[in-house]
């Protein structure tokens, strides 16, 4: 059950992506390109990612109203509040990766339907990247 209801939050959050159009490296990168020398700023992500904050915290609240999820026995939070090297390197090595590509994890698998090489190499990339991280901070 909790397989399946996981794949079928997936789906439905690769539906999402796919209508907002982030799955789109080009409209991404139209939108972080804030100084944009191809045309206009296209700001329609401000308003997706919005959206989206909006519901998740309302959402968030809702739902950690109940003892526990459906699916599972507790919820799986993060409980770490503090900022420290390990997490501003990870955010800026993100957000250089997807300022450069133009994607980031889920619209690049969801991208996978396509089987275009780049998309194929950029997910290939994300899980060796993935892998030595946990190697390196496994010690």
Avoid: E, Y
């Amino acid at each position: 059950m909790k397989k399946l209801t996981s794949l079928i939050a997936g789906i439905i959050f690769g539906i999402g992506l796919t209508v907002s159009g982030m799955v789109n490296p080009k409209k991404v990168i139209g939108f972080l390109d804030i100084f944009s020398l191809q045309g206009g700023w296209d700001a329609s992500l401000a308003f997706v990612m919005g959206g989206a904050v909006v519901i998740g915290v309302i959402a968030t609240k809702l739902i950690t109203k109940r003892g526990a999820p459906i699916c599972d026995t507790q919820f799986h939070l993060p409980t770490n509040k503090i900022v420290d090297k390990k997490l501003v390197t990870g955010a800026a090595l993100f957000g250089i990766g997807w300022g450069i590509a133009g994607i980031c994890p889920g619209p690049a698998i969801v991208n996978l339907i396509n089987l275009s090489a780049p998309i194929i190499v950029f997910v290939l990339s994300m899980v060796v990247g993935s892998q030595i991280s946990k190697k390196l901070t496994a010690k």
